[in-house]
């Protein structure tokens, strides 16, 4: 009496698997990065003290999730084109000026409209490199640039795609400050934190969200889905609020600021086009 061996159903588990991830991938992205990243924040918070290390894993995690998704919804050839856009640097100079000089520029004159400017301890020349560190190499390169990739690259690209630039970038906003609430815990703890502190946290975060995403989204598309371009932007973003010449909520009308010149010049130049397809008819 022969017995015949079990089916091995690995493979076909792992197909089924990888057809649910291609046929939703922003879903499955939100479902592979948002719990772990929520995780170790908190653990974080509890059991250092300190969000940073937390914010490390969350980075490792959008990372893992964005290449697994990619590779799920369009194989080998799509997670080129993903880390492709890391890459993508020629896309004019007007677009680096953009990223890196705007938001501190804008920041530091709604300092001085307020009239809250301070004047730099160490000199104007060492705040600017302090900036730049913080924006380019901190900031960019070792993190905002892997994290525009997770989001633009994964979730906002297809939001967009199906949705328009505007309603796309909105519904990005939502997961992307939802990974973020534990920060509101970051300085005081979980027990400490007032909750009319955490709603008003949390209130500012998705309201900056809903902006900065706007930005980015629009960015993306006028530099042909640069990831290092998004990325120095969203640097500047977190570098800005950090200089020590101005306050840190001062950041947020310059990014409301530089996103409606943007969406100014966007309209102008798709104005022109419809204009100029119009007379060489």
Not at 184 to 208: I, K, M, N, Q, Y
Request: hydrophobic share 55%; charged share 15%.
């Amino acid at each position: 009496m022969s017995v015949d061996p079990a089916p091995n159903t690995g493979g076909g588990i792992r197909a089924r698997i990888r057809d649910r991830i291609a046929a939703h991938p922003v879903a499955a992205f939100l479902i592979l990065a948002i719990p772990p990243a929520w995780l170790a924040q908190c653990l974080a918070i509890v059991l250092l003290q300190d969000v940073t290390p937390g914010l490390l894993v969350e980075l490792l995690v959008l990372l893992g999730a964005a290449v697994l998704v990619t590779a799920a919804a369009e194989g080998r050839a799509g997670v080129r084109r993903l880390f492709s856009g890391v890459v993508r640097w020629r896309v004019g100079a007007g677009w680096y000026a953009m990223a890196l000089l705007a938001l501190p520029l804008l920041t530091l004159l709604t300092a001085v409209v307020t009239g809250t400017l301070r004047e730099p301890a160490s000199g104007w020349a060492a705040t600017a490199g302090v900036y730049l560190l913080k924006a380019v190499v901190v900031g960019a390169l070792l993190g905002n640039v892997w994290e525009e990739l997770a989001w633009a690259g994964v979730v906002q690209r297809r939001l967009m795609d199906r949705k328009g630039v505007l309603a796309g970038s909105v519904l990005t906003a939502v997961p992307f400050a939802l990974i973020h609430l534990p920060q509101a815990f970051a300085e005081r703890g979980f027990t400490a934190t007032p909750w009319t502190d955490v709603a008003l946290s949390w209130g500012v975060l998705f309201g900056f969200a809903f902006l900065a995403r706007y930005l980015l989204g629009m960015v993306f598309v006028g530099t042909g889905g640069s990831i290092l371009i998004l990325g120095l932007l969203h640097g500047s973003m977190n570098a800005s609020q950090g200089m020590d010449t101005v306050d840190w909520w001062q950041f947020i009308p310059a990014v409301a600021v530089l996103t409606a010149a943007v969406a100014g010049y966007f309209a102008v130049r798709s104005r022109s086009a419809v204009r100029k397809e119009f007379l060489s008819r």
